[in-house]
Structure formats: structure tokens, C-alpha cells
Nanobody, 125 residues
Framework: QVQLVESGGGLVQAGGSLRLSCAASGRTGSSYTMAWFRQAPGKEREFVAAISWSYGSTYYGDSVKGRFSISRDNAKNTVYLQLNSLKPEDTAVYYC??????????????????WGQGTQVTVSS
């Protein structure tokens, strides 16, 4: 019903930056939340950032505050994640997620209805 297409992952040196994109299509409606999660090998999926589509309210996980920034382009139904000051610990598969709840304050994986395929971010030292 909702499709999420991610792009922008890759290999970057520590201290560098990447910009991830996720375009939503299908029957999105007008009030929803989009978010980014990440999962490293052997670890649980971790909340990174979320944004309310209607209000633009943003929320961040503690480990990325001050370094990452989430934003949206309403016309393109696209959410972005700007990753700055990258550390090797940021290495993970990054997933885009979509929730039909539009509040933006959703941090659990079970609170999202659709997921992208994931894009690999690798930070070398």
C-alpha cells in the first residue's frame, strides 16, 4: 500500500558525511510519520530519527543528537537524513519507516507500518 525507496548509502571515512533519501509512494494519506532506524550486525534495530509530515516536528535518538538531521520535502514525499561527523559506530543498515500515526513521536519498531529495504552505511576509521 505504501512503498519506500531508499538511496544514498555508501562507504565514508570517519568524520565524513552522507545524505540518505527515502521516497514514499502509494496511498500515504496526508498525516503520517516517517523515520529512520538502523541495525548493526548482532544488534537490535535502533531508532535514529523521526519527523511528523504535517507539523515537521523532529525527534532523535540520543546517540545521533547534534550530528544527524532529519528533514522532509512535502512536494516529493521524501524524507532525508543528513549524517555528519560520522563514526565507525554508525556503521549499520539504515531503514526508512512509515507510520500512519502523524504525531512524529514514535520510537518503536512496532509503531511503524511500512519499511524500506535498507541501505548500507559503512564508516571506516
Amino acid at each position: 500500500q505504501v512503498q519506500l525507496v531508499e538511496s544514498g548509502g555508501g562507504l565514508v571515512q570517519a568524520g565524513g558525511s552522507l545524505r540518505l533519501s527515502c521516497a514514499a509512494s502509494g496511498r500515504t494519506g496526508s498525516s503520517y510519520t516517517m523515520a529512520w532506524f538502523r541495525q548493526a550486525p548482532g544488534k537490535e534495530r535502533e531508532f535514529v530519527a523521526a519527523i511528523s509530515w504535517s507539523y515537521g516536528s523532529t525527534y532523535y535518538g540520543d546517540s545521533v543528537k547534534g550530528r544527524f538531521s532529519i528533514s522532509r520535502d512535502n512536494a516529493k514525499n521524501t524524507v532525508y537524513l543528513q549524517l555528519n561527523s560520522l563514526k565507525p559506530e554508525d556503521t549499520a543498515v539504515y531503514y526508512c519507516a512509515f507510520s500512519r500515526n502523524g504525531s512524529g513521536y514514535r520510537r518503536g519498531t512496532d509503531e511503524y507500518d511500512y519499511w524500506g529495504q535498507g541501505t548500507q552505511v559503512t564508516v571506516s576509521s
